[in-house]
């Protein structure tokens, strides 16, 4: 008996990673299974992270989850254009994302406790289903 794979897929926190986290989103639409916008804190700034939750493929156990991590400062007084971009994509789809507050990652020693604390978060509030 095989297992699902649910494995995060860092894209980076660039301007660049956001249009192709967008155009991910945009080219697999029949795969889409969630959005998640995460917010941390790290100092005195808050950091927005972006998750792309696709289905898998076919037979396959995979659920790839595209990741632009804590590359945009957020803060309630002024915008970020690339949040706004990323809204309005959202929009224009009908989907709406959940929100979690979540540890920044600099609390984690490996991206891959970080990564494992996510999934964890994600399996709690339903968003990813458990492993089989």
Not at 80 to 87: D, P
Not at 90 to 110: C, D, G, I, M, T
Not at 111 to 120: E, K, R
Request: charge should be neutral; proline fraction near 4%; include cysteine.
């Amino acid at each position: 008996m095989s297992h699902m794979i649910q494995r995060f897929i860092e894209l980076g926190e660039g301007y660049s990673d956001i249009y192709e986290w967008m155009e991910l989103l945009k080219t697999n639409e029949s795969r889409f299974h969630h959005v998640c916008i995460f917010t941390s804190v790290t100092g005195d700034v808050k950091k927005l992270s972006l998750a792309l939750i696709l289905k898998p493929v076919g037979e396959s156990k995979f659920t790839p989850i595209y990741f632009c991590r804590e590359g945009i400062n957020f803060s309630v007084e002024k915008t970020s254009k690339r949040i706004e971009l990323v809204e309005k994509t959202l929009q224009e789809r009908n989907y709406s994302p959940h929100r979690l507050e979540v540890k920044h990652s600099s609390f984690f020693a490996e991206q891959a406790l970080y990564h494992q604390y996510l999934i964890g978060l994600l399996r709690l509030h339903h968003i990813l289903p458990p492993l089989s």
